[in-house]
């Protein structure tokens, strides 16, 4: 039974992503099983949101190189790229947003309902019955007390008026309700103050446990506080140039990123020409 | 409880919804030839056995029809009003019980839901299909109240005092072409008393129908809410799809006296080859509400601006539209508030969605007459435009004749965005289930308005527009 979760992998291999012309991840490898906390670190526009929105299939991010991959525990192997968002919810990919969108008018619950409906039972068609409406209810309130989160939230609409770090327990939540098997947290620390922060991270350790495979992004390393990672790899110029465990993040905490960028001249150098065309683009402010 | 949540089913709905296009065999007691003549207008008179001041007026009507121009403004209108029957009669009487309505007519309601909602949640129901109300109920502790609630052409018979003292004083025959139209033709509709200081609890529903093809419908629908009372009542219309257009003509008037209330919600989903030209209009007394709810799904063009007059200090109206323009169709919607008392207050919401080439229209006027001191009025209107061959207008008209008073606008247009629909298809959602629950959102604010069975009836509709929107 171990054996079989253990070899769930999500395998990425040689990723390079475009964002209309400026190619921004530039052969990215990572491999994580289910049950592994991977920190994911490196300086602001190395890629890291990118490599985020790549795995979940934002329209806007073009795959031009590479594959993922998803083994699934019988061992059969799923190319993600050629997947629709949904449908890779719906194989247990889940992406916390650093600022997720507001919906008007449509409550968390009804949201929720739907969303864990589909990714539960994968051959729905549309149309069809959703989850039902009790034993929905029961779970959500159950995860929420669990998240020490408001009953009210429920009836909220999504993310419309929520305050950074309601925004962010809500992501939580969504990730407790759809149980993925690999999780990509982006940012969930950012903006929070760091009692908010510890709630986070807290929350993560105690839904992800060791159900999940975990991919956090962060800066710092208090998400990592109940989430000691497994292995930390650092991105620099849309690559990951170096992988290590626990004590890496601690590091790069303390000592930031310079050790990385004399070490690995070429990264640095893209990782500078990044920044620069980043400044020609209107857009970019 | 945690959560409160929508039901997903269509337990008390209108009905199978998908299934509004079927037509049945043409057996009518009655067909006018085609076109619209002195003659015609004569011929209606005569089936009806009306008396001669209704005769008169309907003949006067008909002049004022003919020497109105066509309004220059709002949709295209393309209409032959020598191809169209303005009267079909399809049976010899009014049943009282579904048993005495005539086969195939019965099960045209029965598919729409009708007795079905009738047996759950209303108070009373008229069925009118083609030019006559065939079907009627009323519940007898309300009719013992002294509630009246029949078709206005029995009205005409029953009530002529009631029925001349306010029979086309609020809508004029001058007011408008189609209002002109409807008064030289017009047959059907509800006629409605509600007696000093009766609240009626469930909502009193009409359902109209439209089953042959090239046809004209005509209904003409008067309440009178007394003092103190209070009532809710409801419209559905529906009709198949011919190659031909059909016009659907009503004209509705209200008189709110003081202190009572009146809420009038419409959820028309009529085929979208019908013209739907339409003139509503309420005044409101001292104190007095005056509530439209009006959902336009169906129709090829529908002109439609419910108004609310507010006469007496206190009065308030509210005009809460949904416009929803798919493919051919143009949604020319909006309201109309004239303050012309003190202290009167207003607010409209109109949230117009066009979709797949479809246009929305927006058109409103707010006025405030000389002396309608501290009156407020509230204008907020959104549009959202799914994709790039689709267009809203917003054409607000604001007319102030009085300095001490309050008066907001708000407008915006929105497309869904590329970020919201990733974020809910990343959540598992199909792109066209993710469209849909970002429509039903921004509706929210007015559907939850509703009842629940129309908040229910709405959803399901906006879910059926939306149908083969993505991909």
């Known amino acids: 039974m171990i054996s079989s979760t253990q070899r769930e992998t999500l395998r990425i291999n040689d990723l390079h992503v475009s964002v209309g012309d400026r190619e921004i991840l530039r052969g990215v490898n990572l491999t994580f099983h289910r049950g592994e906390t991977h920190a994911l670190m490196g300086p602001n526009g190395s890629g890291k949101s990118t490599l985020g929105y790549a795995i979940m299939g934002h329209p806007g991010y073009d795959v031009t190189r590479g594959s993922i991959e998803l083994v699934t525990a019988e061992g059969q192997s799923l190319n993600v790229l050629e997947m629709e968002p949904n449908e890779r919810a719906r194989v247990g990919i889940f992406l916390a947003f650093q600022r997720p969108m507001s919906i008007p008018g449509v409550k968390m619950a009804d949201f929720l309902r739907h969303a864990t409906t589909n990714v539960r039972r994968p051959d729905r068609k549309e149309g069809e019955e959703l989850l039902p409406m009790r034993d929905f209810r029961k779970e959500l309130k159950a995860k929420m007390e669990q998240l020490r989160m408001d009953p009210e939230f429920a009836r909220r609409y999504v993310n419309d008026g929520f305050s950074g770090g309601e925004m962010k327990r809500a992501e939580i939540l969504q990730m407790a309700m759809l149980r993925p098997k690999f999780a990509i947290l982006d940012e969930t620390d950012s903006g929070l103050d760091v009692d908010a922060v510890r709630l986070a991270s807290q929350s993560i350790a105690e839904i992800g446990g060791a159900e999940m495979g975990i991919l956090i992004i962060t800066h710092h390393d208090k998400l990592l506080e109940h989430n000691r990672p497994d292995f930390t790899h650092v991105m620099l110029g849309g690559r990951i140039v170096e992988t290590g465990g626990p004590e890496l993040a601690e590091e790069l905490h303390r000592s930031g990123y310079d050790r990385i960028r004399s070490q690995y001249p070429d990264a640095a150098a893209d990782e500078a020409a990044m920044r620069q065309e980043k400044h020609v683009e209107p857009a970019a402010g | ?471």
């Not at chain 2, 067909?31 to 001041?53: F, N, T, Y």
């Not at chain 2, 306010?166 to 072409?177: E, G, V």
Request: proline content about 4%; glycine content about 6%; hydrophobic content about 35%.
């Open chain 2, 1 to 471: 409880m945690a959560t409160e949540l929508k039901p997903d089913t269509n337990e008390l709905g209108l009905g199978e919804i998908n299934k509004y296009d079927f037509r049945n065999a043409e057996k009518y007691i009655f067909k006018s030839r085609k076109g619209l003549d002195a003659q015609i207008v004569h011929q209606i008179s005569d089936m009806k056995d009306e008396p001669q001041w209704m005769r008169d007026f309907r003949l006067q009507s008909l002049e004022i029809f003919n020497s109105k121009p066509m309004p220059r403004w709002g949709g295209n209108i393309d209409i032959d009003f020598q191809d169209i029957f303005y009267y079909i009669k399809p049976s010899d009487r009014q049943g009282r019980s579904w048993d005495d309505v005539p086969d195939d007519i019965k099960r045209t309601f029965d598919k729409l839901g009708i007795p079905e909602a009738e047996k759950k949640f209303l108070a009373g129901v008229k069925a009118q299909y083609e030019s006559e109300v065939v079907y009627g109920s009323l519940r007898e502790d309300l009719s013992k109240q002294g509630v009246i609630f029949t078709d206005t052409d029995s009205a005409v018979r029953e009530y002529p005092d009631l029925v001349r003292e306010y029979f086309s004083k609020i809508i004029p025959p001058t007011d408008n072409k189609f209002a002109a139209l409807n008064s030289a033709v017009w047959s059907g509709g509800s006629f409605i008393y509600v007696p000093k200081g009766v609240k009626i609890e469930f909502p009193l529903q009409a359902y109209f129908r439209i089953n042959a093809e090239s046809m004209g419908q005509f209904e003409r629908t008067l309440i009178i809410v007394d003092e103190g009372a209070q009532i809710h009542y409801v419209e559905g219309c529906t009709a198949p799809m011919y190659s031909t257009e059909s016009l659907h003509s009503a004209v509705v008037e209200i008189i709110v006296k003081k202190h009572a209330r009146c809420r009038y919600t419409t959820i028309q989903n009529w085929a979208n080859n019908i013209y739907n030209l339409v003139t509503k209009r309420a005044v409101a007394y001292e104190n007095a509400v005056m509530e439209w709810i009006d959902g336009n799904l169906g129709s090829r063009l529908t002109m439609k601006y419910p108004a609310v007059y507010m006469l007496e200090p206190g009065a308030r109206g509210e005009i809460l539209s949904i416009a929803f323009a798919s493919n051919g169709q143009h949604q020319d919607a909006g309201a109309k508030v004239v303050h012309a008392a003190p202290h009167t207050s207003s607010r409209i919401i109109s949230k117009s969605i066009s979709k797949n080439g479809g246009r929305s229209s927006y058109r409103g006027l707010v006025k405030i007459e000389p002396g309608a001191r501290k009156s407020k009025s509230n204008v907020v209107c959104d549009a959202l435009i799914l994709d790039s061959n689709s267009r809203s207008d917003t054409y607000p008209y604001i007319e102030v004749d009085e300095q001490d008073v309050s008066i907001g606008h708000e407008a915006s247009v929105s497309k869904i965005g590329e970020e919201q629909l990733f974020y809910l298809t990343s959540r598992g959602l199909s792109e066209a289930e993710a469209s849909t629950m970002i429509v039903s959102g921004f509706i929210e604010p007015l559907v939850k308005e509703l009842p629940m069975e129309y908040a229910v009836e709405m959803n399901r509709l906006i879910e059926l527009q939306m149908e083969g929107t993505v991909g």
